[in-house]
């Protein structure tokens, strides 16, 4: 069993099963699927997201694997993605509480509890009217750039996200967005994968995923390009000798992706 506790939750549940009390927690449901539970909660009058993973079972597992998709068998995966993207200083969440029992892993009873960061708006709604009101120009630069930043340096720590989407970067509005001052956190990392060093294809699935949920908020050819600067930290001559076959990758998946969300209203 592990169990790591940090305040508030040390306090509250001294002496108590962490398990139950976590069980316990009310409040608003964010998701509720076979096996796991995401809610938003409140303790001594500050916010938390609580995910709650009960195990999916040996069929589901099978299931996942045999369609080519990894299961998501705890709360796990997020807090070790949370720690190394603390370690290296991309911004993101604040685990404050992580238990995990079990050794059968279709069966595991996990769950990990973060700082709600508030108050935020998602890069998705913040661009959502750019086609027709578009940012600043320098605003829009500094938000490309810090993207692009933040994603190359979660990648180079050798984790990858598998839902990399713009939705997953979170705004701080607590002060006025400027360029000048702006700060972002990325977020829902329970699907992420930690190592030493990441494939090629894992990098390549999260930079489509990315791509392809900016489609839709009017970047122009030089903005794409300044993103592949900061990402590759490169020359984008070389960027673009070395990499042709991702870029063209890229374009293709984003747009095979983009399709299958006209199609059927869903990209996932």
Same mark, same amino acid.
């Given at each position: $069993?592990?169990? #790591?506790?940090?305040?508030?939750?040390k306090r509250l549940w001294d002496g108590r099963d962490a398990f139950t009390e976590v069980e316990q927690l009310s409040g608003e449901v964010y998701r509720e699927l076979d096996g796991r539970r995401t809610l938003r909660t409140e303790v001594d009058g500050r916010g938390y997201f609580v995910k709650i993973h009960r195990g999916i079972g040996w069929g589901e597992v099978f299931k996942n694997l045999?369609?080519?998709?990894?299961? +998501?068998?705890?709360?796990?995966?997020?807090?070790?993605? #949370?720690?190394?993207?603390?370690? /290296?200083? +991309?911004?993101?969440?604040?685990? /404050?509480?992580?238990?995990?029992?079990? =050794?059968?892993?279709?069966?595991?009873?996990?769950?990990?509890?973060?700082?709600?960061?508030?108050?935020?708006?998602?890069?998705?709604?913040?661009?959502?009217?750019?086609?027709?009101?578009?940012?600043?120009?320098?605003?829009?630069?500094?938000?490309?750039?810090?993207?692009?930043?933040?994603?190359? $340096? $979660?990648?180079?720590?050798?984790?990858?996200?598998? @839902?990399?989407? &713009?939705?997953?970067?979170?705004?701080?509005? %607590?002060?006025? +967005?400027?360029? %000048?001052?702006?700060?972002?956190?990325? #977020?829902?990392?329970?699907?992420?994968?930690?190592?030493?060093?990441? =494939?090629?294809?894992?990098?390549?699935? %999260?930079?489509?995923?990315?791509?392809? =949920?900016?489609?839709? &908020?009017?970047?122009?050819?030089? %903005?794409?390009?300044?993103?592949?600067?900061?990402?590759?930290? $490169?020359?984008?001559?070389? #960027?673009?000798?070395?990499?042709?076959?991702?870029?063209?990758?890229?374009?293709?998946?984003?747009?095979?992706?983009?399709?299958?969300? /006209?199609?059927?209203? @869903?990209?996932?």
């Amino acid at each position: $069993m592990k169990l #790591i506790l940090a305040e508030p939750f040390k306090r509250l549940w001294d002496g108590r099963d962490a398990f139950t009390e976590v069980e316990q927690l009310s409040g608003e449901v964010y998701r509720e699927l076979d096996g796991r539970r995401t809610l938003r909660t409140e303790v001594d009058g500050r916010g938390y997201f609580v995910k709650i993973h009960r195990g999916i079972g040996w069929g589901e597992v099978f299931k996942n694997l045999l369609t080519a998709k990894l299961p +998501v068998l705890g709360a796990g995966q997020e807090w070790r993605a #949370i720690k190394r993207l603390h370690e /290296v200083g +991309v911004p993101t969440m604040t685990a /404050v509480a992580y238990g995990e029992k079990g =050794s059968n892993p279709a069966q595991q009873h996990s769950f990990i509890i973060t700082e709600e960061l508030a108050p935020t708006v998602s890069l998705e709604d913040f661009s959502l009217n750019w086609l027709k009101q578009p940012p600043q120009p320098k605003l829009k630069r500094a938000l490309i750039a810090e993207v692009a930043r933040m994603t190359g $340096m $979660m990648h180079r720590a050798g984790v990858n996200h598998r @839902d990399c989407y &713009i939705c997953h970067f979170l705004l701080h509005t %607590d002060t006025p +967005v400027t360029a %000048d001052n702006l700060r972002l956190s990325l #977020i829902d990392l329970h699907r992420a994968q930690t190592r030493a060093v990441i =494939s090629r294809r894992w990098r390549n699935k %999260d930079l489509a995923a990315l791509y392809f =949920s900016a489609l839709d &908020i009017g970047l122009t050819q030089r %903005d794409k390009l300044r993103f592949l600067r900061g990402y590759f930290q $490169m020359p984008l001559r070389q #960027i673009l000798r070395e990499e042709a076959r991702l870029l063209a990758w890229l374009e293709g998946k984003a747009q095979k992706l983009y399709e299958r969300k /006209v199609r059927y209203g @869903d990209a996932l």
